[in-house]
């Protein structure tokens, strides 16, 4: 070990000398440290076995190499090519450009975040998107938490903490992350009422149930399932009046939260008034007579991360005094996306939020696409990389509109000596990551989840991969 060089020697050459200098002394020092711990650990670990001991200039690259992997950020940008439009381990909605613009403005600066510039007074913050939302879900009030769990929890440990709620054996549901109806309502301090069989729940099951303990009646939206063949389910309608006539509000968790029905964007077929593919509008709860609804922002709505809670005035501000609310509030960033999101239903400008864009683009319009790609990306020499569009469906994911799927059309890549674990391997490695599908031994692309501007980038991908070979393109 005593041919190593020193940690000042490696330190005092020039290319670490420069690194030093950009990403400082200290940082660079500890990078040095651990390249040198791990060879003295190889060495000891070799136990007298002849292993070279590595020179500076070697130790130098490995050092240079394990600086640059350590000042990369941890959360970067990929190239979604998967088809899930609302990918949540990608980060679910795209945000729209001049959302971002709006945000970055409003986070560089200072702002009237709760400041109410009329009377030069303290004001609250959900100001910023409370008459927006009233005005698009036709609802009394409005605020927002940060994500529609926790809507869900501070609505029933508000409205129903000690009291019964009840809901049907059929949507005691769990999404992603172990988050279960049934363990938020114990969080809450409400307690749960079944009624019903998984598969059919009838209007008398609820007003059977109904008792002086009853604080809510609960309607969850199967938002990640659904159940076919022989079942039941109370109308809203139905629900609506049993809470009218006992007096007990009822709370619909919505999930996905579409805004707006794609009959006023064009058609993509079995719609009908259903809105996206079977998510009712969530104006239509409200307007059946919903007490208080609860959806996400980062689904369906194609904006940030949050929670929405929306319905009788009376219930939101009792909401809004709960000590939950502050520990569970949005900060200004938030709200300048989610306001700017807003904007554009509006102004009826739904082309200017990713989500929807995706959601109506056709396939024929994908197709189109992944042709632009195909051909740039096909060489003349070699046939080792082959491409081919291919029949596809995409999907909302995000646990939205479970069971349906939009038409699309792949692009289908295969290669000829590389299997398609590999070349996904590949598209993982390269910057900024490609994130693919992968079916049969072919790796599967949708060009619906890529951006426009990434076109480039994703084309850039394939003629890397297809280096020094053709990449053979077949109709």
């Not at 076919?228 to 709370?251: I, Y």
């Not at 904006?303 to 219930?315: D, H, T």
């Amino acid at each position: 070990m005593r041919e190593i060089p020193s940690v000042e020697e490696l330190l005092n050459r020039p290319a670490i000398q420069a690194l030093s200098e950009k990403a400082g002394r200290k940082f660079v020092t500890a990078r040095v440290r651990e390249a040198l711990a791990n060879i003295r650990q190889q060495l000891l670990d070799a136990q007298g076995a002849a292993v070279p001991e590595p020179s500076a200039p070697v130790l130098e690259s490995q050092i240079l190499r394990a600086t640059e992997a350590a000042l990369a950020y941890s959360l970067q940008p990929v190239v979604n090519a998967t088809g899930v439009i609302l990918h949540t381990n990608l980060g679910r909605a795209p945000l729209a450009r001049e959302a971002l613009e709006h945000a970055a403005e409003i986070g560089g600066q200072y702002c009237n975040l709760e400041f109410d510039l009329a009377s030069g007074t303290r004001g609250q913050r959900d100001v910023h998107v409370s008459q927006p939302l009233q005005e698009l879900l036709g609802a009394e009030a409005a605020l927002v938490v940060n994500n529609n769990a926790a809507a869900v929890l501070i609505a029933l440990n508000t409205l129903a903490e000690g009291g019964e709620v009840i809901v049907s054996r059929g949507e005691l549901i769990e999404i992603g992350g172990a988050f279960r109806i049934p363990e938020i309502m114990q969080k809450s301090g409400a307690i749960l009422r079944e009624v019903g069989t998984t598969n059919r729940t009838r209007i008398s099951d609820y007003q059977n149930a109904v008792s002086e303990k009853t604080r809510l009646l609960l309607r969850v939206h199967p938002s990640n399932f659904r159940i076919v063949g022989f079942t039941e389910r109370p109308a809203l309608r139905e629900m609506v009046e049993l809470g009218q006539k006992t007096g007990v509000p009822v709370l619909e968790d919505l999930g996905s939260g579409c805004l707006v029905s794609l009959n006023s964007l064009g058609s993509l077929g079995s719609i009908g008034s259903l809105g996206i593919l079977g998510e009712a509008p969530v104006r239509e709860s409200l307007e059946a007579g919903v007490s208080l609804v609860s959806f996400s922002g980062d689904k369906l709505l194609g904006g940030p991360q949050a929670g929405i809670l929306a319905g009788k005035k009376e219930l939101v501000e009792r909401i809004r005094r709960n000590p939950l609310f502050r520990a569970l509030r949005v900060d200004k960033l938030t709200y300048a996306v989610l306001e700017t999101t807003l904007r554009a239903y509006r102004q009826e400008q739904h082309d200017r939020v990713p989500t929807l864009r995706m959601i109506y683009m056709t396939a024929a319009e994908v197709e189109a696409r992944a042709r632009r790609v195909m051909e740039a990306c096909t060489q003349p020499d070699q046939a080792s990389l082959q491409m081919e569009l291919t029949d596809g469906e995409s999907v909302l994911g995000g646990g939205s509109a479970p069971g349906w799927t939009l038409p699309t059309r792949l692009l289908s890549l295969r290669h000829a000596t590389l299997s398609a674990a590999t070349l996904e391997g590949r598209l993982l490695a390269y910057r900024p990551p490609i994130v693919a599908r992968v079916e049969s031994d072919r790796v599967l692309i949708d060009l619906r989840t890529v951006l426009p501007e990434q076109e480039e980038v994703l084309t850039a991908a394939l003629r890397f991969l297809a280096s020094s070979s053709t990449a053979a393109s077949t109709r």
